[in-house]
């Protein structure tokens, strides 16, 4: 039996540790420098360095590293050992402040949007004293940011801090008018509900897409997919519940809230929430999370896949971000309470979320812009691509009041009865769930479910925190002055609230309907990530970051031009392991299959006239077309990918070409393969089918 309480955190250097390892002046400036931003004095950072050192002796460590988070996507180490020579000939355990505080890895491979020549490699790491540090693989593992030897960021980190740092401030700005002077930090906190799948790792490696790609280019439709509902919740696997316990285990020793695990509505498909927590350590862990459950899938001789759409025709995998605001005496800002038509400091940070969502939704969309994700948006229990909100009957009724000046009638708590006498009564909540909504108000959070699984949640959040501060800037600045502060804030929550109602949309996301509304609101819908990718540097959104020094105009076009180029690379990927699958596995073994036919025809026809081969006759005639259909396709395929070479010069028409040309026809590639796939004889078909992949784990 696992001590879960013994356990927890017992892999991280966490202030329990420091408390006990550190002098006590050294652990009071340590924490004042977390907590007031103040810088950290050397002689403070060797103790701490030293410390920790000790520690991670003690837990078999040999090395540390300063573990980061580049534009890549995934987290970064170098790792160097604590030796250090001495005179005698021997070496000595150190590690001091400076090499805790600074490290030095090589720039120049990571993406960087052209702000560095690959010639110019100097790049620094610097710690992030806010994430404890952690043990993994015996090595000391210390959360840093990464930036270029000029100063520009080249990392999801420090973003997210400066995001951190500005709705803190304008926050508690907020909550001082309201008198709430006791309040001296807001922190954003959020939940990530992570989706992945797990498929049996013998038919994983015969699947050269999952490979290459980490989603099926080619395969059709099994017969049983989700459409019984009988996996959603469902008694979970003996094998995936090893899986499931053993990453419980390792997550809860680094200090990570794994809280809730269920089989999710795709065969195959799984789920794991955690407990909030602040969002600079939430994407920490959540980075550690997807890490931990390739890792261990491995081990329990499965593959996880954290691909956004790896199988056609069922549910991809998203990761619901669960943004909320929080203040150091404990207060959630987005909770309602009992009366929230009369509870004026929420519905003004109600208005400011609401505010902000509508002015800068091209960059909540933007923000989970990937080549994957453009595949599962839009259906199947994932969000469309029209940002909207829903706050549920109840809120939008509040709002509706307020815009048009009219008495509120609350309905009360509904008590439901089950009309079991053995049940307890239940009392319904104020809001539903609505799955097609991108943006719902939940109960005290707002839920983003458009994030993709693999996506590193720092990138909405630096949106989310950027966004709804700075709205809140410009309301402390009309309220500061207001002789009548009541009456100021009232008439500023009905202003916004009427102008950005919008914005708000309760209904059925997915149909067509909305689609038409939307437009005719002036919502946007971007469709594409090169579409929406084009929106980062409209000038609103240059002055925003600007503004609340978040990022230069020379950062925002970098981190344009790499999420671009990684579309651009993704898309060229996919399409050469197609045209290879295509080439050399899947145009042999039709052609094997139908010269079989050909010769069964053959001798039949040849032992008699009057044996009837018209099936054969039909399904020969039928894959042959077929199959030059494919062997056309091809090679156009073929042309578009060499094609793309004239639009290397220009980024944005690059991504465009590769969205608009060849995911098009790599598109129509694979429908005719998954019909000639329908038609074929298993034993000749390449490559184990929809059917082997999603049921491979009993």
């Not at 959540?286 to 459950?293: A, D, F, I, K, P």
């Not at 994030?451 to 950027?466: Q, R």
Request: charged fraction near 25%; glycine fraction near 6%.
């Amino acid at each position: 039996m696992i001590d879960v309480p013994g356990i927890f955190a017992s892999n991280v250097f966490n202030d329990e540790k420091m408390r006990v390892r550190l002098t006590q002046d050294v652990y009071d400036s340590y924490r004042e420098s977390i907590e007031n931003g103040t810088p950290l004095d050397l002689k403070v950072a060797n103790e701490v360095a030293d410390a920790m050192k000790e520690w991670a002796i003690e837990k078999g460590c040999t090395h540390y590293t300063h573990w980061f988070q580049p534009m890549t996507g995934i987290t970064a180490e170098k790792h160097d050992s604590f030796i250090s020579p001495h005179a005698d000939g021997h070496v000595i355990m150190e590690f001091s402040g400076k090499e805790l505080i600074k490290g030095e890895p090589d720039a120049s491979s990571f993406p960087s949007g052209g702000i560095r020549a690959t010639f110019e490699a100097r790049g620094y790491t610097t710690w992030d004293p806010t994430s404890p540090a952690f043990v993994k693989d015996n090595t000391l593992c210390i959360p840093t940011a990464f930036m270029s030897y000029t100063g520009d960021v080249l990392d999801k980190k420090t973003p997210l801090l400066r995001s951190m740092n500005r709705i803190n401030h304008e926050s508690v700005r907020i909550l001082h008018l309201f008198g709430k002077t006791d309040v001296t930090r807001v922190d954003a906190t959020v939940g990530p509900e992570q989706e992945y799948f797990l498929i049996d790792k013998d038919v994983y490696e015969r699947r050269k897409d999952l490979k290459y790609t980490g989603r099926t280019l080619f395969g059709a439709r099994s017969p049983k997919g989700q459409q019984l509902d009988d996996h959603y919740f469902g008694a979970i696997k003996q094998r995936v519940k090893a899986f499931m316990a053993e990453l419980d285990e390792e997550l809860w020793k680094l200090g990570i809230y794994a809280k809730t695990e269920h089989n999710e509505v795709a065969p195959a498909q799984h789920e794991l929430a955690p407990i909030f927590t602040t969002v600079n350590i939430a994407a920490d862990h959540n980075q550690l999370t997807m890490e931990l459950m390739k890792r261990i899938a491995r081990k329990h001789g499965m593959v996880c896949l954290l691909h956004e759409k790896p199988f056609k025709g069922v549910n991809g995998s998203g990761k619901h971000n669960n943004w909320s605001l929080s203040t150091n005496t404990g207060e959630n800002l987005l909770k309602p309470g009992k009366k929230p038509e009369e509870n004026t400091q929420f519905l003004l940070f109600l208005t400011a979320v609401i505010t902000a969502v509508d002015d800068y939704q091209d960059l909540l969309r933007l923000s989970v812009a990937t080549a994957g994700n453009d595949h599962r948006m839009g259906g199947d229990e994932a969000p469309p691509f029209i940002i909207s909100m829903f706050l549920g009957d109840d809120l939008e009724a509040i709002v509706e009041a307020i815009i048009n000046r009219e008495e509120y009638e609350s309905q009360g708590k509904v008590v439901m009865n089950t009309g079991a006498e053995a049940l307890p009564e239940i009392r319904k909540d104020t809001t539903d769930r609505n799955r097609t909504s991108p943006f719902a108000f939940t109960g005290n959070k707002f839920e983003f479910r458009s994030l993709g699984s693999a996506l590193n949640i720092s990138c909405p959040n630096i949106m989310l925190n950027t966004m709804v501060a700075d709205v809140l800037s410009s309301f402390s600045d009309e309220l500061e002055n207001a002789a009548d502060f009541d009456a100021a804030v009232r008439r500023l929550i009905r202003k916004n609230l009427k102008k950005h109602r919008r914005i708000i949309f309760n209904g059925d996301g997915y149909t067509d309907e909305w689609v038409a509304e939307a437009e005719q609101r002036g919502l946007l819908n971007l469709r594409s990530t090169p579409e929406a990718l084009k929106k980062y540097t409209l000038k609103k959104n240059l002055e925003l970051f600007k503004r609340n020094n978040i990022f230069n105009e020379t950062e925002v076009k970098a981190r344009q031009e790499i999420l671009l180029e990684n579309y651009i690379n993704i898309i060229d990927l996919e399409a050469l392991t197609m045209l290879d699958m295509a080439k050399k596995d899947i145009f042999p073994a039709v052609s094997a299959f139908t010269g079989e036919l050909a010769e069964t025809i053959r001798r039949k026809r040849a032992v008699s006239d009057d044996i009837r081969v018209d099936a054969e006759v039909k399904l020969l005639s039928k894959l042959s077309d077929l199959l030059s259909q494919f062997s056309d396709k091809i090679d156009e395929l073929d042309s578009k990918v060499g094609g793309s070479i004239a639009y290397r010069k220009n980024i944005q028409s690059h991504a465009e070409y590769c969205c608009n040309e060849m995911l098009s026809t790599m598109t129509e590639l694979r429908a005719i393969s998954d019909e000639m796939e329908m038609c074929t004889d298993s034993k000749y078909w390449p490559y184990p089918s929809y059917g082997q992949l999603l049921f491979s784990v009993q």
